[in-house]
């Protein structure tokens, strides 16, 4: 199973019914936020939740480093999934950095080989 890492978040709300047996991915993925050693990779990501007693879904709202925002609808998915949806964008933001710091953040990518070029 991937390991979670705060790195790139800035916050991550949590919102679910605590009385429904079907939100069990939600309070594991909450659990996991809050470990210790995931806690480690970013001690300032501000980790807050909410109980409810509706029956909407359960919801997982991400606010990463640069801002951008991403609200996960949790109904019927796993923690495992949550988890990867938060990992995939971090490591986006990551490459983005990575090709920032080479020079090469102007640079489009063509899925023809060859056709690169600088925007």
Not at 28 to 42: D, H, Q, V
Not at 54 to 68: K, L, R, S, T, W
């Amino acid at each position: 199973m991937g390991r979670l890492s705060l790195a790139q978040l800035k916050r991550v709300h949590v919102q679910f019914n605590a009385l429904d047996a079907a939100n069990s991915s939600v309070r594991e993925f909450l659990s996991r936020c809050t470990a210790p050693k995931t806690i480690e990779s970013n001690p300032k990501c501000e980790i807050t939740h909410r109980l409810r007693i509706d029956d909407q879904p359960p919801v997982v709202a991400v606010e990463f480093a640069n801002g951008a925002k991403e609200v996960i609808n949790c109904r019927d998915i796993s923690c495992q999934d949550i988890i990867k949806r938060v990992q995939q964008k971090t490591e986006e933001m990551d490459t983005l950095a990575i090709l920032k710091a080479a020079g090469l953040d102007n640079l489009q990518l063509s899925a023809k080989p060859g056709a690169s070029r600088r925007a």
